[in-house]
């Protein structure tokens, strides 16, 4: 009893460090985020992610969207984390005809569930390991530029977010589909 004491008091110590608050907002006069439309192409994120015990690292995340002939599209990402040999990932995402959207994550442990609330897109999904995570995407004024929040729980604590801002620097030509 002492060890699951001293554990959960560890946990509960070590999520301090990790921030859940300031949320990105979509900005006033943004257009309508549709995040199918805006990641088919080319876009890079740049940003900082923080996990609890550990020193903040640099993160950048090069992204080839490709719409798919059924609505969805695919989006191939590079991951490169300060220290760290670079990584791919996967996502598909596609409305999903309830006003949300749904997909699947290379790196995720189940599906990816999203809604669009206040211009904001919240995804969520489960990862290895018990880790859940939570992101928040707000498109920006400029119609090209996203705000992108995820924080990653474990046993309901934040132990981990990445602060990042993605841009589009190209968009994917219209002949394309999957």
Known sequence: MKRAFAALLLLTSVSACVSTSRLPQAAAGAPMFDPIRFFAGTTRGEGQLRIATRKTRAVTVDGQGVPAGDGAIRLD????????????????????????????????????????????????????????????????????????????????????????TIRRLEDAKASEPE
């Open 77 to 164: 990402q590079v991951v490169t984390m300060a220290g760290q040999a670079p990584s791919r990932r996967q996502w598909r995402l596609r409305r999903d005809g309830q006003g949300g959207f749904s997909g699947v994550l290379s790196d995720a442990a189940g599906p990816v569930s999203g809604t669009l609330v206040d211009g904001r897109l919240r995804l969520r999904f489960a990862l290895k390991g018990g880790l859940r995570a939570e992101q928040t995407l707000a498109l920006q004024a400029d119609g090209r530029t996203v705000h992108n929040v995820m924080i990653v729980r474990k046993f309901g604590l934040a132990v981990a977010r990445l602060d990042e």
